[in-house]
């Protein structure tokens, strides 16, 4: 489920830095609601409609001993059913001096639905993303912040499904740099995906994918990827 989240950060030469560990726990409390954008130090990173909990968070550090921070939340109806799931993973200081490269995070897998790319090496400028249909299955082996939400969801009863589609963005430039990954539950009824939603521009999946309902959520789901993506690239790198 998880398998790109911070594959950066083990290959990033990052300087050491001051980092913002403290101020980052403390936004991110377990139980914490926000709705519209979560404001980082980066830059906001904005939100599908809706309410949407903490439901985990962890930091680490690379060998270069640059923090991470790594946050989890879901968005739960009233039946207690997780309706959708947005993770993201940034630096959480990084030096004025230091430059973000484009990075393959976004080259298509076999396994991979949809994707754009624009990057640009010239300052570490990259807007990208790709969706995946991704399992929610955690084991001993899954990075914290995600067993933390498991361990949510089965505290408070939720049910999850047994995969969602996610979309996967990495933006970067200069020393700014966020890779976050938006959840849907496509095994709703048509409509209820992403409720409010109407694409401006109908996109038609050419391939085939499980039911006809599943399909058409899958082509709304793709549809609000690339109608928002200049929206939340330019909410984080303002």
């Known amino acids: 489920m998880i398998k790109k989240l911070i ?18 726990d403390a936004q991110n409390e377990i139980g914490t609601v926000y709705s519209g954008s979560i404001p980082t130090k980066g830059g906001d ?63 298509p897998e076999q396994q991979t639905l949809y994707f754009e790319q624009q990057a640009n090496q010239q300052g570490g400028l990259q807007q990208c993303f790709f ?6 299955n955690v084991t001993e082996n899954s990075e914290d912040f995600i067993q933390q939400a498991d361990a949510y969801f089965k505290k408070h009863n939720v049910s999850k499904p047994a995969t969602m589609l996610f979309t996967n963005y990495r933006m970067s430039r200069r020393n700014k740099l966020l890779i976050a990954q938006y959840g849907f539950n496509y095994r709703q009824p048509v409509g209820d995906v992403i409720p409010g939603f109407t694409p401006s521009e109908k996109f038609v999946y050419d391939h085939p994918f499980g039911t006809e309902g599943w399909k058409t959520n899958l082509e709304t789901v ?17």
């Open 222 to 238: 793709v549809s609000w990827s690339k109608e928002n993506e200049p929206k939340i690239t330019k909410a984080f790198l303002k």
């Open 7 to 24: 594959a950066f950060a083990a290959a990033a030469a990052l300087s050491a830095c001051v980092t913002t560990s403290d101020s980052f």
């Open 45 to 107: 990173i904005l939100l599908p409609p809706g309410d949407w909990t903490v439901v985990g968070k962890s930091t680490e550090k690379n060998k270069y001993s640059q923090t991470f921070g790594n946050v989890a939340l879901a968005k739960i109806d009233e039946n207690k059913t997780l309706d959708g799931f947005v993770m993201y993973s940034t630096a959480l200081d990084v030096p004025m001096r230091f430059y973000f490269h484009a990075s393959s995070y976004c080259d």
């Open 131 to 136: 969706i995946e249909d991704w399992s929610l």
